[in-house]
Structure formats: structure tokens, C-alpha cells
């Protein structure tokens, strides 16, 4: 064989090996697990119990962090200030933080002893083993993944266009909303989709700060968990189920941002 | 008439250091040209308020826009200039219509309307309305770009390179569409150029920028006749004359030219045209001598400076209009070419470039 032939070849067996390796747990999955015992999985309460608060809960994550997330990113992108580098830093420090050390860090902070603690009681807000818990321990790992996204997004988007709008009346914020929004949605809802993924998958930070009770804070990873010291075919189940709401999320994504020809994020 | 944009500018941006004084008059074009990074777009920018200099005054129709030492400074948005940027900068996820409906916001609904549509049919756009500009030709995304910034009536036009994105072909019909909309402007407008054919074509006067500074500034054809420098004299290349162009004999165009004089040239054109031609191509006898040449064109004229370009010197004339040769400096001494003398101008049919306006 020549030597760009033998290249080649080696190019496709890693591209084959990473298909394979990635997408054999999925497919164990679902071979494991028969449709109607999927079905089965959702006429358990418990488990309905924790899907509708996961959905809950990770919409209220992913409702805040585009909020809150939006303008930070837009500021980060477009904006030259002191220390820019260092708060894009900061905030992408999440990303690196293992689940059960943001968890023990939530605690420090928010819990009852943390350093913000009397600060929150005084003001009547509870966190630790409350749904709202688990809404801060979601918007804590899942925010990085958008505001990455969202300031690629927006600094993509061509300073002229910003300058012609400008030039056409309309001010900061009003170009902010009806030029510079539209041309980065693309990477702003790419964005959205993968902290909305990885909050849905959330497992760690959760278990350590907000804990595991059915129907308060016990989200579908931990309730998987739960059942999977005993009952393995129903966490496989559950597993199952969960697989499918996130997939059709990505795939919602993929049509939601087919359409429309503005410019893609990165 | 009353200057009516007046700008003054002194700011130092990275190695650039700006120092400009500039004034449009009310329906007349300036042309800014010079070579790239000569700080031409920056005066567009600190005009609209895009880019705020250290010291500077910008003033428009009695309105002040800017005046650092009085701490005014207008944000862009209550300037309102028509801004064509080099690359267009359209909004992509809108159609054409929408996008020269774009400053029109604060209008009813049905003047909007009637406002996007009576611009987008003067520029042929009409049928091409509900597209996105990823889909228009570069023809079209220009069109669009300068309908837009007309649509809200601006005080000033900022073009910055409008041209320099299209191909050959399509350059010439958007020059002519741009040198209309200037004439019917009304309002002072400033072209950034790097081309000085472009710069004579499209602006009444041209002001030559080099390195922050404007090193000269005059008339078009001023410019190239008399070059204030060895600078602008190189920058200015072309000569450009203008005139009526209509079939001659002989299957050559004939050009009537604005003042007297008339030229040929084997370029097919009618109407309106700008004659351009290189001062190397142009040749220089004794009045005297009527030799006969190959050369159909020939103008008497009068010798009003001479400047050393290198090895060159260029010596400008006064005919019906101000044009400039280019000879060496051998030819100076034995034509004995000086201030005041007279000399024949000819140059070929051949050389003589015709560009419709």
C-alpha cells in the first residue's frame, strides 16, 4: 500500500473505533430494554414523579441562564475591558469542576454554614434539600456550556452590522435585540441545547447540595441511581427514557436552526 | 453656499496619527482617496460617531455632532448619516425589504411601506424583495446597502469603498446608479476611495490622504494637472477629462469635450463620459511643429507646473480642461519645457479610455 493510502486508512479505523465506542452504551441501551418495557418504565409514579421534575427543573435552569446569560455573553464578546481574559476564565471554570466538588462548594457557599448561608435565611430563601437546590446546582454546571456558546455566537456576528445599525437609529439595546440576537440564534440556541443536555444529565452536584427525595429533588440521574442497586431493568429503563427525551431535544435543536440562513456560531 | 458638514479630527490610532480638517457642501461629493491604511475610513467612522477621536469637532448643518473640548458627543443613532459600509453589511436574517425598512421604525406603518417599496423599485429591486441577501448578487447586496442607508433620509451619505467588493462588469453600471444618486443627493456626501479614477468619477472634489494627513485637495482633474506632491502626482495616475461622447468618423468615438476641444478614441461610448488617459501616454511638441503622427488626438496647451515624480517630471497643462504628461528629464531640457510656455498635448485614439457616467 502507498503511504496516503495507509493514511487514509488509518483516518477511517479511528473514525469507525470512536463511532462504535461512543454510541455502544446507547445501544446496549435500548437492545437491553424492550419498547414495551419502556413504556412500563413511565406507568411507575416514581418515575413520572422524576421526569416531570427534571423537565421542571432544567427548563427553570435553562430560563435563567439565557436570561442572565444573554447580555454577560453579549458584554464579554463585544466589549474590551480590564480582565476580560480572566472573567472568560472564570466562568468557563465550571466546565472543569468535577460534580461532587461543585456540590461540596454549593454547600460551603449556600448551605446553612456557608458563606452565604445567614445571609439566605435572613431573607427566607432554603436551598439545600429543596427543588430550588437543585435549580442552583443545575444553573451552576450547565450555565458555562451557554455562555461558551453564546459568546462565540456574538462575536461573530460582523461589527459592521452592528455599526450600520447604529447608524440606522436604532440604539445599543434595540440593535442588541433585532440585529445581533438574530444573527447569532444559531449559536445561541446550539448553545441552550447542550446546557439544557447536560443539565438534564446532571447528577453529582445535585446529589451533594440538593440530595435525592422523591418528588422534591430526586431528578431522573438520580433517580436511575436509586434503582439501579435494585431493580437493574428498570434503571435500564429509566435510563432508556431519558435517552429519548434528550435526543428529541437535540434533534428539535438540529430542525429548530436548519431553517433560516443566518450566520453559524464559531 | 454654507459648508455643511464640517469635520476636524486629531486622534493617534495604533501607528496611524489622523489629523484632518474636511468640509462637504450641501449636494456636493468628497472624495476621500488615498492608499489603505492612509486613515480614510476613520474619518467616515468619527463623522457617523462610531469612533470617537481624542480631540475633534464634527458639525453638521449647524448642529454640533461632536466637540471633545465642550463634551458633546452624539451617539450614532441620533446622527443619522447614510452609512454604505465596505461590505455592505446587510442584515442577513432579513429580506431586502426589510432591511432598507430598517431606519424607517419610527415611521407608520403604511409610510414605511410605501418609502422601502419606491426605493427598492428606483433600484431594480422590486422583484428580488422577500430575499435574503445571502441569495442576491453582489450587484444587488449593493443596491440594497445603498437603499437602506438613503431610506431614512439622512443628513450626510458616508460611502466607504461602495464599489471596490463588485467585479468589473457590474462596477461600472453601479458607478453610474452612484453618481446619480449623488447628483440627486442633496446633501453633502463623503466617498472613501483607494482608486482615483473613482475618486474623479464620483466626487466633486477629491481630498488625497496619506498617513492621517490630507496632503491635497482640489478638483479631480486640478489634481492630476498639478500635483502638490510627488505623492499625490503617483497616486493620481490618470488623467481625467469629461465630456460628450457620440459616433465619429471612421468608426472611432468622438468626444466633445466640456470647455472646447475634441478627442477620439476607439473606446465605444455615448452621452456623459470621463475621459481617461495615463500622462506617459501623452506626448509633447513645439506648438510649432505639425508634423503629422499617428497620434489623433492633439490639444494646445498651456504649461502651468512642473513637478520631479523619480526619474520623471510631470508637467501639468491648461487646455479647455487641466491635464498632465509625463516626460523625462532629458525631454524638459531639450523641448525646453518651463512655467508659461506653450506645447502640443497628442496622444492615440487607442489610449483613450472612455468611461460612461
Not at chain 1, 168 to 173: I, Q, V
Request: aromatic share 4%.
Amino acid at each position: 500500500m502507498t503511504g496516503p493510502r495507509v493514511f487514509s486508512v488509518l483516518l477511517g479505523l479511528a473514525l469507525a473505533g470512536a463511532v462504535v465506542f461512543l454510541t455502544l452504551p446507547i445501544v446496549a441501551i435500548f437492545i437491553d430494554t424492550s419498547p414495551g418495557r419502556l413504556v412500563e418504565s413511565l406507568g411507575d409514579p416514581t418515575a413520572r414523579e422524576a421526569l416531570r421534575l427534571s423537565l421542571e427543573t432544567t427548563a427553570l435552569a435553562l430560563a435563567i441562564i439565557v436570561l442572565a446569560g444573554t447580555p454577560a455573553a453579549y458584554l464579554m464578546a463585544t466589549r474590551d475591558f480590564r480582565g476580560r481574559a480572566v472573567v472568560q476564565t472564570l466562568v468557563e471554570l465550571p466546565l472543569v469542576l468535577p460534580p461532587a466538588a461543585a456540590g461540596i462548594g454549593l454547600l460551603a457557599a449556600l448551605g446553612p454554614r456557608g458563606i452565604l448561608g445567614g445571609t439566605l435565611e435572613r431573607a427566607g430563601v432554603e436551598l439545600v434539600l429543596q427543588t430550588a437546590g437543585v435549580v442552583v446546582a443545575l444553573v451552576l454546571v450547565a450555565a458555562p456550556f451557554y455562555l461558551r456558546q453564546a459568546e462565540a455566537a456574538f462575536s461573530a456576528v460582523p461589527t459592521s452590522a452592528i455599526a450600520a445599525s447604529r447608524t440606522l437609529g436604532a440604539g445599543e439595546a434595540s440593535t442588541l435585540l433585532r440585529v445581533v440576537v438574530p444573527t447569532a440564534r444559531p449559536g445561541l440556541i446550539a448553545g441552550a441545547a447542550l446546557a439544557w443536555g447536560r443539565a438534564l444529565g446532571e447528577f453529582g452536584a445535585t446529589l451533594m447540595f440538593a440530595g435525592s427525595f422523591r418528588g422534591v429533588t430526586q431528578t431522573v440521574p438520580l433517580a436511575i441511581y436509586e434503582r439501579f442497586s435494585v431493580d437493574f431493568p428498570a434503571a435500564l429503563a429509566l435510563s432508556a427514557v431519558l435517552v429519548c427525551v434528550s435526543f428529541a431535544l437535540l434533534l428539535a435543536v438540529k430542525l429548530l436552526t436548519g431553517r433560516g440562513g443566518a450566520v453559524a456560531a464559531r | 453656499m454654507a459648508p455643511l458638514l464640517h469635520v476636524e479630527a486629531r486622534t493617534q490610532l495604533g501607528d496611524l496619527e489622523l489629523e484632518t480638517a474636511l468640509v462637504a457642501r450641501t449636494g456636493e461629493c468628497l472624495a476621500l482617496a488615498g492608499p489603505s491604511g492612509a486613515g480614510k475610513s476613520t474619518v467616515l467612522r468619527i463623522v457617523a460617531g462610531l469612533l470617537r477621536p481624542e480631540h475633534g469637532v464634527v458639525r453638521c448643518d449647524g448642529r454640533v455632532w461632536l466637540d471633545t473640548t465642550a463634551g458633546v458627543d452624539l451617539p450614532p443613532e441620533r446622527r443619522c448619516c447614510g452609512f454604505v459600509f465596505q461590505d455592505y453589511a446587510l442584515f442577513e436574517h432579513l429580506t431586502a425589504r426589510q432591511n432598507v425598512a430598517y431606519g424607517l421604525r419610527d415611521r407608520p406603518r403604511e409610510e414605511r411601506r410605501v418609502r422601502a417599496d419606491g426605493l427598492l423599485e428606483r433600484f431594480e429591486l422590486l422583484s428580488r424583495a422577500d430575499a435574503r441577501p445571502a441569495t442576491l448578487s453582489g450587484g444587488e447586496r449593493q443596491r440594497v446597502a445603498v437603499a437602506r442607508a438613503l431610506a431614512p433620509e439622512p443628513n450626510v451619505l458616508l460611502l466607504d469603498e461602495p464599489l471596490s467588493a463588485l467585479d468589473a462588469r457590474t462596477r461600472a453600471r453601479a458607478a453610474r446608479e452612484l453618481a446619480a444618486v449623488l447628483r440627486d443627493a442633496g446633501r453633502p456626501a463623503v466617498l472613501v476611495t483607494h482608486d482615483f479614477t473613482e475618486a474623479a468619477l464620483l466626487g466633486d472634489r477629491v481630498a488625497v490622504l496619506d498617513r492621517g494627513r490630507v496632503v491635497q485637495e482640489g478638483e479631480p482633474a486640478e489634481l492630476a494637472a498639478a500635483p502638490a506632491s510627488a505623492f499625490v502626482a503617483d497616486f493620481t495616475g490618470a488623467v481625467v477629462l469629461t465630456g460628450a461622447a457620440r459616433p465619429g468618423p471612421g468608426g472611432l468615438t468622438e468626444v466633445e469635450l466640456d470647455g472646447g476641444g475634441r478627442v477620439r478614441s476607439t473606446y465605444q461610448a455615448e452621452g456623459h463620459v470621463a475621459v481617461s488617459l495615463f500622462p506617459w501616454e501623452i506626448l509633447l511638441d513645439p506648438p510649432e511643429a505639425t508634423a503629422t503622427s499617428s497620434a489623433r488626438n492633439q490639444l494646445v496647451a498651456e504649461i502651468v507646473s512642473l513637478t520631479t515624480v523619480g526619474g520623471r517630471v510631470r508637467v501639468g497643462l491648461a487646455a479647455s480642461q487641466p491635464l498632465a504628461a509625463e516626460v523625462t528629464a532629458d525631454a524638459v531640457r531639450e523641448l525646453d519645457l518651463r512655467v508659461g510656455g506653450r506645447v502640443v498635448a497628442s496622444w492615440k485614439a487607442t489610449a483613450t479610455r472612455l468611461i460612461v457616467v
